[in-house]
């Protein structure tokens, strides 16, 4: 029998939609750090949330097993009745905003964050000072844990690195962006304007961790100048790899929307070039909001090249 279906009508009552997606958050990344890491809160309070719910409904949720813990019987039964209740409480405030104005409304946008402060900080400011009805509310994680929450109607729609596959989930391109050898200043080819990925062979190469869909591309890219590198240090940020370029660590490539925010580095375009391709995905059969429509156009007709920094030469 359903654990669940043993619950007091009361309980099952008395949980909260916020109760239920940090009950999900945890559930997916069996971690009540990560947990709080991915819902952008200070881990006591996902913590107590947890608790509260747990109290609710006279169960225990999850085996505490150390830093790491697992549902329990009762957690699995709860488990697709939550994403159940989150996606109607989303449909409720989709079929709302459905009849405002395409001027009006909010929209959830994920973005990557290797694409949030050089590519989508600039146009979002300048999106809402066209369109200041619509409230953007913005979630910065990596590819993965977007597409879930598209999947679960959790966000509108996210802004990706391509390609990407996947059955629930439809993209499509927005602009296409070059990708630039990142130098320390003393570097013996930081007089340049443009080289062969293959001239930087043998250095050690600073790489973002797994997940991050740049650190595909720039393995892609390296393998196709058949340039074996020595990997030496491995961040979550791209301002981490960068400052360590700027501290003489070692080599990384770059999106060209990071370049104004590195001074410190030099960066050269890459012979030929590599590019990174960006758009934007949608969870397909989500009812498509005004607001989100109108972002869509936005982000479509938006100069991104004018974000780009390459040398001259590239």
């Given at each position: 029998m359903?654990?669940?279906?043993?619950?007091?009508?009361?309980?099952?009552?008395?949980?909260?939609?916020?109760?239920?997606?940090?009950?999900?958050?945890?559930?997916?990344?069996?971690?009540?750090?990560?947990?709080?890491?991915?819902?952008?809160?200070?881990?006591?309070?996902?913590?107590?949330?947890?608790?509260?719910?747990?109290?609710?409904?006279?169960?225990?949720?999850?085996?505490?097993?150390?830093?790491?813990?697992?549902?329990?019987?009762?957690?699995?039964a709860l488990l697709p009745?939550?994403?159940?209740?989150?996606?109607?409480?989303?449909?409720?405030?989709?079929?709302?905003?459905a009849g405002l104005s395409p001027e009006h409304g909010r929209v959830s946008l994920g973005v990557i964050p290797?694409?949030?402060?050089?590519?989508?900080?600039?146009?979002?400011?300048?999106?809402?000072?066209?369109?200041?009805?619509?409230?953007?509310?913005?979630?910065?994680?990596?590819?993965?844990?977007?597409?879930?929450?598209l999947r679960l109607g959790e966000i509108d729609l996210a802004m990706i690195a391509l390609p990407l596959k996947h059955p629930e989930i439809v993209v499509s391109e927005l602009f296409r962006e070059p990708l630039l050898a990142a130098l320390p200043a003393s570097h013996e080819l930081a007089g340049e304007t443009s080289i062969p990925l293959s001239r930087l062979k043998g250095e050690r190469l600073l790489l973002l961790r797994e997940g991050h869909c740049l650190r595909e591309d720039v393995i892609e890219a390296c393998t196709r100048a058949r340039a074996d590198f020595e990997t030496a240090f491995e961040s979550d940020?791209?301002?981490?790899?960068?400052?360590?370029?700027?501290?003489?660590?070692?080599?990384?490539?770059?999106p060209a929307t990071a370049v104004r925010h590195h001074a410190g580095c030099r960066f050269l375009a890459l012979a030929p070039p590599a590019v990174r391709r960006v758009g934007y995905a949608l969870a397909s059969g989500h009812h498509a909001m005004p607001a989100r429509r109108t972002l869509i156009q936005f982000l479509k007709r938006y100069p991104w090249h004018t974000l780009f920094r390459v040398p001259a030469g590239g």
């Open positions: 359903d654990p669940l279906r043993r619950l007091p009508l009361s309980s099952v009552l008395t949980m909260e939609a916020k109760q239920l997606r940090y009950f999900l958050a945890v559930a997916r990344a069996g971690s009540f750090v990560k947990a709080a890491e991915a819902e952008g809160v200070a881990q006591p309070s996902l913590s107590q949330m947890i608790r509260k719910l747990e109290d609710s409904l006279g169960v225990p949720l999850f085996d505490r097993l150390g830093r790491t813990v697992r549902l329990t019987a009762h957690g699995e009745h939550a994403e159940a209740v989150l996606r109607e409480i989303e449909q409720c405030r989709r079929a709302v905003e290797t694409l949030l402060p050089g590519a989508a900080a600039p146009a979002l400011r300048e999106f809402r000072e066209k369109y200041p009805g619509i409230h953007v509310e913005i979630v910065e994680q990596i590819t993965e844990r977007l597409i879930e929450k940020q791209l301002d981490s790899l960068l400052a360590m370029v700027e501290a003489g660590f070692g080599v990384s490539l770059a």
